[in-house]
């Protein structure tokens, strides 16, 4: 295993540094649209880059794109298999992907036509030998990359279906995963229930980072705007953040009321937000820079289990296993 | 499992722990402070962070309600 234990924050922590920054005020974040009509748990969820579409999918198979400002859905389509644990939108905004006890990534063009069955022109693209956990296109609707509960993360090409490259190191389920911004070159961030988070390099294949200070499974991984850093979310109950040129943690994310697991995590735009969705029902949003929380969301009625900050940042949503997704400015 | 075996595990230990000692690092104090002069810098365009002039967030414009 490679050495990753002294990488714990120390004593120099980003709120140390942060001193003399001024504290925020208060926020007044309300829930502004109430997405309805999954009729099990969102596991997942993702915006278009419109700013207005999202896509979600549920454990009851069904995959919805919907048009977050009017509420409509737009799209449906079920899936053969339950627990779609992954979806994504392609930058494009003309298909999705999606997959998860299926083993599978698939992706589904989005049409217009109402003859057409969103079904009929489903494309397999990603074959796990375990569950799929997460996906996401890179930065074309040509490549999806996934994480699996095999073990490994894949960089697929959508047209052939080829594996185009395969990236071993986890050693247990990868949970999540996130693309570095296009301009810090070609990397990504996986989390896995070896309490591992890895970062990779999509041309080799190689593990370039390893960090290992989680205490639990970790459940969602998020790279912070600028790409020098990242964010992870875990059934520890703490959320952490990672410098990748400092090559450490720097900063914990925690309190001693929070128990459960955190299990999605987003930045605002600029970095200083951090947004959490646990396992309690709750979404804390934490001072990144501080490192306290600056408020707590209440709405979801169950646990929290997917949570994205719209393209531009004037939004986010959350999925939930009571079955909605709300949509918070 | 035969000592080739492991002789090959180990030595592929030993390739990728020579490839992360040789990731250059940077001192964490510097680091906290770039991620610290990233946010200030972006803070006007955050709308979750400032907000933003009224109506100019979709999100929060009051929505009209048609009855047909």
Same mark, same amino acid.
């Given at each position: 295993m490679p050495c990753v234990w002294h990488k714990r924050a120390t004593a120099v922590v980003v709120h140390q540094v942060a001193e003399r920054v001024e504290a925020l005020g208060q926020f007044v =974040? +309300?829930?502004?649209? @109430?997405?309805? $009509?999954?009729?099990?748990?969102?596991?997942? =969820?993702?915006?278009? +880059?419109? +700013?207005r579409r999202i896509v979600s999918s549920s454990q009851?198979?069904?995959?919805?794109?919907?048009?977050?400002?009017? @509420?409509? &859905?737009?799209?449906?389509?079920?899936?053969?298999?339950?627990?779609? =644990? #992954?979806? /994504?939108?392609?930058?494009?905004?003309? #298909?999705?992907?999606?997959?998860?006890?299926?083993? &599978?990534? *698939?992706?589904?063009?989005?049409?217009?036509? &109402? !003859?057409?069955? =969103? /079904? #009929? &022109?489903?494309? *397999?693209? #990603?074959?796990?030998?375990?569950?799929? *956990?997460?996906? *996401?296109?890179? !930065?074309?609707?040509?490549?999806?990359?996934? /994480?699996? $509960?095999? $073990? @490994?993360? /894949?960089?697929?090409?959508?047209?052939? $279906?080829?594996?185009l490259q395969s990236f071993h190191g986890h050693g247990a389920d990868v949970l999540c995963l996130d693309l570095a911004p296009s301009e810090t070159g070609n990397t990504f961030v996986s989390g896995g229930c070896d309490k591992k988070a890895m970062v990779w390099d999509m041309r080799s294949g190689q593990c370039v980072q390893a960090f290992e200070t989680h205490e639990s499974d970790i459940n969602s991984v998020r790279y912070y705007p600028s790409g020098d850093a990242f964010a992870s979310g875990s059934d520890d109950a703490t959320c952490r953040l990672y410098d990748l040129r400092a090559d450490r943690e720097v900063a914990i994310y925690s309190k001693e009321s929070i128990i459960f697991g955190a299990s999605s995590v987003d930045f605002s735009l600029s970095g200083r937000l951090l947004f959490a969705g646990y396992n309690d029902y709750t979404i804390n949003v934490w001072d990144v820079l501080k490192g306290s929380r600056v408020s707590i969301l209440f709405g979801h009625e169950n646990r929290v289990s997917t949570l994205r900050v719209s393209p531009d940042g004037t939004a986010f949503c959350s999925g939930s296993w009571d079955h909605t997704l709300r949509v918070w400015a | 499992m035969s000592s080739g075996a492991s002789v090959n595990a180990l030595q592929r230990l030993v390739e990728q722990l020579k490839l992360e000692a040789g990731v250059e690092r940077i001192k964490v104090s510097q680091a906290a402070a770039e991620l610290q002069q990233y946010c200030m810098q972006n803070a006007c365009k955050d709308a979750l962070l400032v907000g933003v002039p009224a109506g100019s967030n979709p999100f929060r414009e009051p929505r009209s309600c048609a009855l047909f």
């Open positions: =974040m +309300k829930t502004r649209r @109430t997405l309805k $009509g999954h009729g099990n748990k969102v596991l997942c =969820m993702d915006w278009c +880059k419109d +700013k009851d198979g069904k995959v919805i794109v919907w048009d977050s400002f009017t @509420t409509n &859905k737009e799209h449906a389509v079920t899936m053969p298999c339950t627990w779609v =644990m #992954a979806c /994504a939108y392609a930058p494009s905004g003309c #298909a999705i992907a999606c997959g998860g006890l299926d083993n &599978k990534c *698939s992706v589904y063009p989005l049409t217009f036509d &109402k !003859n057409e069955n =969103m /079904a #009929a &022109k489903k494309k *397999s693209v #990603a074959m796990h030998t375990n569950y799929l *956990s997460a996906c *996401s296109f890179t !930065n074309s609707d040509m490549q999806i990359l996934t /994480a699996s $509960g095999d $073990g @490994t993360c /894949a960089l697929w090409d959508v047209e052939s $279906g080829q594996l | -």
